[in-house]
């Protein structure tokens, strides 16, 4: 019988103790923890972790599952890391993401996460209704800061950030995600720590309603 509920926390920074996002989590794991003793965080930090690459025989088993067969011989041992992940990824009842925006996006290991646990069969399948994502009924938060600002109708456009981690996720069944957004960062140092001093007050509330 399952116990404790379960958050994964996805760091996407490689700043350790410099990282804005990461004060910014800080301020949210803190009360978090102290609210919520039934609750295990699991920390997946993608910039120590070895990711699995996705070779060409880990593409065809994505391949395989799509043709509605599934994995064999070769294919299933070439997938055991893959499978791996997954099985850490859904194990989890809720997710937090600690992730700046590199590039207008993501930064590319939060993307190799994504590709390598994105999977039909596992985390979507395809009904005669269409796609059904298959980590439903799991919240997820995401912590992020910008040194931009994307925040008004001429710049919101330029964000690839947020739309792509609320469609990607919604694809696979989570559609219940928050944002906690520290922006502008790189406007000088002022405005900097107001903004962070913002989101850090948004994290706080946020962990004790959560
Ligand atoms: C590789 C790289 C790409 C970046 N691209 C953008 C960008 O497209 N837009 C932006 O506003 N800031 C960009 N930044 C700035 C970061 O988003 C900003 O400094 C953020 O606060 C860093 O978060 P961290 O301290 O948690 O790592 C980029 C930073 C790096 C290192």
Redesign the pocket.
Known sequence: MKVMEKLLHIIA???EE?????RVTASFLEPFRSSHPDWVIEELDLFKETLPSLTMKRVDGKYVLLGGKDLYGELKEAWQEIIAHIERFMSADAYLI?T??????I?YLLKQYIDIIVQPKFLFRYTEKGVEGLAKNRKMIVIT????E?ATPETKNADLQEPYLRLIFGFVGITDITFII?????MGAEVQEAKIRQAQEKAEKLARSF
Do not use: I, K, V
Request: aromatic fraction near 12%.
């Open positions: 920074t490689p700043r410099e990282s804005r996002t990461l600690s700046p925006m590199w590039n207008f996006s930064p800061s910008r040194g931009g994307y520290a922006q502008p960062m790189d």
